[in-house]
């Protein structure tokens, strides 16, 4: 019994010695994965409490949309672009409010709420945003521009429209070869699409490929012989 008490004590006395060596780093340790655990639940609330909040706003700007009061179309995607940047919601109501200017005849509103879904979109909004900037340029005869936010396609969804928009802007120029080009090249990628989506493709999807394709060729039909 007296050599069992010794060794728990020898035990003991390890113990205490690993513990002063070690234990200041352990609590350090244990504080700051406590803190991180606190930090994480604390910014997954803040991103749920932004996410809630934005959308209630953005049900205001849908309201408001359907109402026709463009007071209130602007107050709402201007508070969802300024204190929700960071949520789906502001791209969303950026894009839906440029059409809505727009079409309300203001372009230069839209064209500043596109301007903000180019720089803070992602992915497939952001190009949808750089098509529809692009057009408002084309229509301003700003053609440089528009073939910049026409680059390159962020995302292979959007490389058809991008093509087609590029040829839209060099017809415009008057540079028939390269708006042909440009033409065919969209062409040549929908009915590559096509192809390795026919499983998939609904009836519906189709007839659109469909007319698509009859449009990009009216287009390329209607510039003639490439000078």
């Known amino acids: 019994m007296a050599a069992y008490d010794l060794e728990e004590q020898e035990q003991i006395a390890e113990i205490k010695a690993w513990w002063k060596q070690y234990g200041n780093l352990v609590l350090g340790l244990l504080t700051a994965a406590s803190l991180a655990v606190l930090g994480w639940q604390g910014w997954n609330w803040y991103q749920r409490s932004q996410g809630a909040q934005a959308s209630t706003v953005y049900a205001v700007l849908q309201k408001a949309i359907q109402e026709n009061d463009m007071q209130r179309v602007k107050a709402a ?6 204190k929700f940047p960071g949520t789906a919601f502001a791209p969303l109501a950026a894009l839906t409010a440029a059409k809505v200017f727009n079409e309300a005849g203001d372009s230069k509103t839209a064209k500043l709420q596109l301007a903000w879904v180019v720089e803070h979109g992602r992915d497939e909004i952001r190009d949808l945003g750089r098509l529809r900037l692009a057009t408002l340029l084309i229509d301003e005869k700003a053609y440089d521009e528009a073939l910049q936010q026409l680059a390159t396609p962020g995302s292979a969804a959007f490389a058809v429209r991008f093509a087609d928009s590029r040829g839209d802007v060099l017809a415009a120029q008057g540079k028939k070869s390269e708006a042909k080009a440009a033409y065919q ?18 009836l519906q999807a189709a007839q659109a490929n469909a007319a698509y394709r ?3 060729q009216l287009k390329l039909d209607a510039l003639g012989e490439s000078q």
């Open 77 to 82: 995607s201007g508070e969802l672009i300024e």
């Open 185 to 202: 090249t969209a062409l040549n990628q929908l009915i590559d699409e096509d192809k390795s989506t026919a499983e998939k493709n609904t």
């Open 214 to 216: 009859e449009l990009l």
